[in-house]
C-alpha cells in the first residue's frame, strides 16, 4: 500500500461512532472552536455556508 492510501485510510480506520454523550455540557469555548470548524468544513455538492 502507498504512503497516501495509508495517510487516507488510518483515520477511517479509527473512526467512532459514539452511541452515548457524556452528561456534562460543553463549554462555550468548546462551542465556539467547534462552530468555527464547521464553518470552514468542505460541503457537499458546494452547497453554501448556513447564514
Same mark, same amino acid.
Given at each position: 500500500?502507498?504512503?497516501?492510501? +495509508? =495517510?487516507?485510510?488510518?483515520?477511517?480506520?479509527q &473512526?467512532?461512532?459514539?452511541? $452515548?454523550?457524556? +452528561? =456534562?455540557?460543553?463549554?462555550?469555548?468548546?462551542? &465556539?472552536?467547534?462552530?468555527? $470548524?464547521?464553518r470552514?468544513?468542505?460541503?457537499?455538492?458546494?452547497g453554501?455556508?448556513w447564514?
Amino acid at each position: 500500500m502507498s504512503e497516501h492510501s +495509508e =495517510r487516507l485510510i488510518d483515520p477511517i480506520l479509527q &473512526r467512532r461512532s459514539p452511541r $452515548a454523550f457524556a +452528561e =456534562r455540557e460543553p463549554s462555550g469555548e468548546q462551542l &465556539r472552536l467547534l462552530f468555527e $470548524a464547521a464553518r470552514w468544513a468542505a460541503s457537499s455538492f458546494n452547497g453554501q455556508p448556513w447564514r
